[in-house]
């Protein structure tokens, strides 16, 4: 079956930039809807940026003008591009996306496996 296979998270300073990167495997599968959500150390997990189909995206507050979700549908893969980091943006990433089977009109929801992003002061 399909999984989503995240990368790109690390270790960074105050005011640098990352670029994470999730793939879904899978030739039968398209991403329908895409999302990022974060989880820091004893605080439940939030939706950080969404994306659509047709690119409409959607972004919480906390990351307005500093993150963009983007998405290459060729490449079955959408991005979360991070600038401008600051220590509280610390947690784990996790992707998360509706696909569905070319042709048909069921969706499946699927997580990625979380990838940590560090931001040190």
């Known amino acids: 079956q399909v999984q989503l296979v995240e990368s790109g998270g690390g270790l960074v300073q105050a005011g640098g930039s990352l670029r994470l990167s999730c793939a879904a495997s899978?030739?039968?599968?398209?991403?329908?809807?895409g999302y990022w959500y974060r989880q820091a150390p004893g605080k439940q997990r939030e939706l950080v940026a969404g994306?659509?189909?047709?690119?409409?995206?959607n972004y919480a507050d906390s990351v307005k003008g500093r993150f963009t979700i983007s998405r290459d549908n060729a490449k079955n893969t959408v991005y979360l591009q991070m600038n401008s980091l600051k220590p509280e943006d610390t947690a784990v990433y996790y992707c998360?996306?509706?696909?569905?089977?070319?042709?048909?009109?069921?969706?499946?929801?699927?997580w990625g496996q979380g990838t940590q992003v560090t931001v040190s002061s």
């Open positions: 998360n996306a509706n696909l569905y089977v070319i042709g048909s009109p069921e969706l499946y929801n699927y």
């Open positions: 899978g030739s039968i599968f398209n991403i329908n809807t």
């Open positions: 994306i659509t189909r047709g690119g409409s995206t």
